[in-house]
């Protein structure tokens, strides 16, 4: 179960509302602070399937979005929200998805979503800098990185009705060729994660992740001389390329805050979708993980980072300039 649109759609008056700081703790978030209250016809099938009140239903998914505020204002303890997640369940263990990509016939370079991305929404490059690189979006970040959180971006569901960029370039007429609209949802399919760079090239996933969605072998589009890296590992023909891929630096072994992180967004998503697995949090919430990778960065390793982001905008990019030319 993966939708090329968002789960849950924000409220288009707070979408479009000015800037602003949402959240002391969390000031660099999207649409994924914004209220996103159950729908009505939504609150009915589930009271009527679980024997429930509607109103007491709405009442707690009212409480919910409270503390999840509250969570990401830096006012609550996660710990407080999983309690009211548990009430219905939100917080039991995510199912894997057991499926396995499909190869696909040719590498879709980041320069290529980015700039497809850019096509359907222009100030992408302003929205994608917070989003993804959180407090770093400020001191003008090398291309290569401004480039990769674009990518990361083009799957978020950032458009009108939640719907991701990418999945809207596939439907755009006319249609761009068919091995890049394949392409863009092999990238969507393939779960973002923290990587562990193995000597022979290989990737080692960090986190939690289903069998089918590890890559076997070297991966291809690794930045240089990264130890550890976040991005989509994605199956094609001849292998696996690491796509909307970005140098971490040295991130520790403990990762329970992380975690916590992402927890709280997957018991957010799952009061639209209870069937919601890990790997379709990772896809649809992609960029709070590269965001909490970098703002931790930020405050605990920040010569390390910055010095690896620079390293690799001076490495040769792996692939064509314009491989739609070719």
Not at 73 to 91: C, I, K, M
Not at 303 to 321: F, T, V
Request: glycine share 8%; charged share 25%.
């Amino acid at each position: 179960m993966t939708k090329l649109r968002g789960f849950p759609g924000p409220i288009e008056d707070l979408e479009r509302a000015w800037p602003e700081s949402l959240t002391a703790a969390d000031p660099f978030a999207g649409d994924e602070r914004l209220p996103d209250p159950m729908d009505a016809a939504r609150l009915v099938r589930i009271s009527t399937a679980r024997g429930l009140d509607k109103d007491e239903l709405a009442a707690w998914d009212t409480e919910f979005l409270r503390v999840h505020g509250a969570v990401l204002d830096g006012r609550a303890a996660v710990a407080e929200l999983r309690a009211v997640a548990a009430v219905h369940g939100l917080d039991a263990p995510f199912r894997d998805d057991r499926r396995s990509p499909v190869p696909v016939a040719r590498v879709v370079p980041d320069e290529v979503i980015a700039d497809l991305a850019g096509d359907l929404v222009p100030d992408i490059g302003l929205v994608s800098a917070d989003r993804v690189l959180g407090p770093w979006a400020d001191l003008s970040p090398p291309r290569r990185v401004r480039r990769a959180a674009s990518t990361v971006m083009a799957y978020a569901p950032l458009t009108r009705q939640g719907v991701r960029p990418a999945a809207r370039a596939r439907e755009t007429k006319p249609l761009i060729a068919l091995w890049i609209r394949s392409g863009l949802k092999a990238v969507h399919m393939a779960p973002p994660m923290l990587w562990r760079v193995q000597d022979d090239g290989s990737l080692e996933p960090r986190l939690p992740l289903a069998r089918g969605w590890r890559p076997v072998g070297p991966v291809s589009g690794v930045p240089t001389g990264a130890g550890q890296v976040v991005g989509r590992a994605v199956h094609h023909q001849g292998g696996w390329w690491l796509a909307c891929g970005m140098p971490t630096g040295p991130v520790p072994d403990d990762l329970s805050a992380l975690m916590a992180r992402l927890s709280v967004a997957g018991w957010r998503l799952r009061r639209h979708e209870p069937r919601l697995t890990w790997e379709d949090l990772l896809r649809d919430r992609g960029e709070v993980l590269y965001r909490a990778l970098c703002e931790w960065g930020w405050y605990e390793w920040p010569e390390a980072l910055w010095h690896s982001w620079q390293a690799w905008s001076a490495s040769p990019d792996p692939w064509p300039a314009d491989p739609r030319a070719s």
